[in-house]
Nanobody, 124 residues
Framework: QVQLVESGGGLVQAGGSRRLSCAAS????????VGWFRQAPGKAREFVAA????????YYGESVKGRFTISRDNAKNTAYLQMNSLKPEDTAVYYC?????????????????WGQGTQVTVSS
């Protein structure tokens, strides 16, 4: 069993920045791929970013490339999502999730454990 807790959400103005954290407890964190997804009201869950267990490879959704950066600190059992140049369309609930195997990073059902989500609201 793995527990994930996101934090760092809130209200931010367009053009601003925010850093989300995902703290994990339970099994060895470094063995997991970590993904970030988001879901806006009335929309499907969207892949945002993913990072491999070692942190050596990262992947991003097209809408956030060049603006968001995913990272992790395995010593702290925590992953991060640094969000810059935020836009109103980035408003959503952001979820972190983990899975044990590489590949298909954008596929939400492949992730086994999920956090409860944190709301990010970007005002124009």
């Amino acid at each position: 069993q793995v527990q994930l807790v996101e934090s760092g959400g809130g209200l931010v103005q367009a053009g601003g920045s925010r850093r989300l954290s995902c703290a994990a407890s339970g099994r060895t964190f470094s063995s997991f791929v970590v993904g970030w997804f988001r879901q806006a009201p009335g929309k499907a869950r969207e892949f945002v970013a993913a990072i491999t267990g070692s942190g050596g490879s990262t992947y991003y959704g097209e809408s956030v490339k060049g603006r968001f950066t995913i990272s992790r600190d395995n010593a702290k059992n925590t992953a991060y999502l640094q969000m810059n140049s935020l836009k109103p369309e980035d408003t959503a609930v952001y979820y972190c999730a983990v899975k044990t195997w590489d590949g298909n990073y954008h596929v939400a059902p492949d992730y086994r454990y999920w956090g409860q989500g944190t709301q990010v609201t970007v005002s124009s």
